[in-house]
Structures are given as C-alpha cells and as structure tokens.
Antibody, heavy 119, light 110 residues
Framework: QLVESGGGLVRPGGSLRLSCAASGFTFSDYSMNWVRQAPGKGLEWISYISRSSSTIYYADSVKGRVTISRDNAKNSLYLQMNSLRAEDTAVYYC??????????????WGQGTLVTVSS | QTVVTQEPSFSVSPGGTVTLTCGLSSGSVSTNYYPTWYQQTPGQAPRTLIYSTNSRSSGVPDRFSGSILGNKAALTITGAQADDESDYYCLLYMGSGLWVFGGGTKLTVL
C-alpha cells in the first residue's frame, strides 16, 4: 500500500514537500516513481528513483525544480518541489515499479495528493 | 520529443468489442516498450489492466486483452459492459529513464 501526503495550497514560487509511505512490501527492493495528473488532464510521469537512490531521472517539465529522494529505513518516498508554478497544479501519485528489477510499468499506486498552486 | 498517441474518445455499445490503440509520433511500438494499459475512473488512482503488452493484471476480467497491432499497442475489450466506461491510458517505457503516457482515451459505453 502507498499513501501520499503533503499536498495543499501553495503560492506561485513557493515550495512543498510530498511524502509517500509504503507498507506491505519490502520498500528497499523496489524502485519508485512520482506521476502527476493536472485537473481534467492525462497522466504525466515526472520522476524515478532506484532502490538505493543511485539512479534518479526527471521529466524535462520538472527538471531543476524538483528533487526525488527516499528513506528506506522509514519506508518513505519524497518529492521536494520548488519554484512552483500554476501549471504544477495536479494530483501527485507515487507508484512502485511493479516488478523488482524491471522498470517497465508501475503498480501499485497511491491514492494521490492534490497540489494547488495559486495566489 | 516523444509523443504517445491515443484516440481521444471512443464509443462502444454494450456487449460490443472495441480496440483502443497506443502509438508513437515517430516509429513503432514494440514489446520492448513494455506497453501497459491503465483504467481510471474519476477521483480514483489508475488501475493496471494489461502490462508488458499482453499480460493481464490480477483480477482483471478476460474480456480485456492486449496486443501489438501493426505499429501500435492495442487494448481490446470484448463484450463491453457499462462499468467499462472509463478513461484508458497507455504507458510506454522508452528506456534511458524515460516513461511516457499517452493522452488517454475516454471510453463511452452506450
């Protein structure tokens, strides 16, 4: 199970840190991702982190403004978001790589946390 | 920039068969992209239907199937039911740390 938290209303230019608490599986065995969905829009992959945090990827749309991290001892995934823009308004999902060692697809997903960027 | 294409909308009659597709703006979709299909209803997280081209996720009815048709990945629903009315997204793993979702298909069952 994955449970996101940390969303809320933030002003343009502000910062927010999202968390994702994992349970029911060995967190340190799996790579993790963040995926977002703007209101009424489609899904957008934004970031990946490997099991040991040695490999990290970002989508171009967020590169330089967000930082993904994890704490395997706390079974937690994080997304630090800075310099937020209106277009970052979205539901943010954490999603596990479905099969350890195979990055192809994501499952399970959390229920999502809403980030609203507005003045 | 890689663009994954899906039909924006589709309609099917109850009991009918529909095939949704997932293509690339440039090139062909192959099994190497691990095409995955998700179903999403409003306010809910995506649900995995088909992964790695044609493997059905646990608990998914066998009326859902995946394949490669020509140069696209395809999701076929055989014997559509009212509760299949949802948004459907495909996901492709492009390799080198890049995953791309299609824009989604809104399926209407009527």
């Amino acid at each position: 199970q994955l449970v996101e938290s940390g969303g809320g209303l933030v002003r343009p230019g502000g910062s927010l840190r999202l968390s994702c608490a994992a349970s029911g599986f060995t967190f340190s065995d799996y790579s993790m991702n963040w995926v977002r969905q703007a209101p009424g829009k489609g899904l957008e992959w934004i970031s990946y982190i490997s099991r040991s945090s040695s490999t990290i990827y970002y989508a171009d749309s967020v590169k330089g403004r967000v930082t993904i991290s994890r704490d395997n001892a706390k079974n937690s995934l994080y997304l630090q978001m800075n310099s937020l823009r209106a277009e970052d308004t979205a539901v943010y999902y954490c999603a596990r790589v479905a099969v350890a060692g195979n990055p192809g697809w994501f499952d399970p997903w959390g229920q999502g946390t809403l980030v609203t960027v507005s003045s | 920039q890689t663009v994954v294409t899906q039909e924006p909308s589709f309609s099917v009659s109850p009991g009918g068969t529909v095939t949704l597709t997932c293509g690339l703006s440039s090139g062909s979709v192959s099994t190497n992209y691990y095409p995955t299909w998700y179903q999403q209803t409003p306010g809910q997280a995506p649900r995995t239907l088909i992964y790695s081209t044609n493997s059905r996720s646990s608990g998914v009815p066998d009326r859902f199937s995946g394949s490669i048709l020509g140069n696209k990945a395809a999701l076929t629903i055989t014997g559509a039911q009212a509760d299949d009315e949802s948004d459907y997204y495909c996901l492709l793993y492009m390799g080198s740390g890049l995953w791309v979702f299609g824009g989604g298909t809104k399926l209407t069952v009527l």
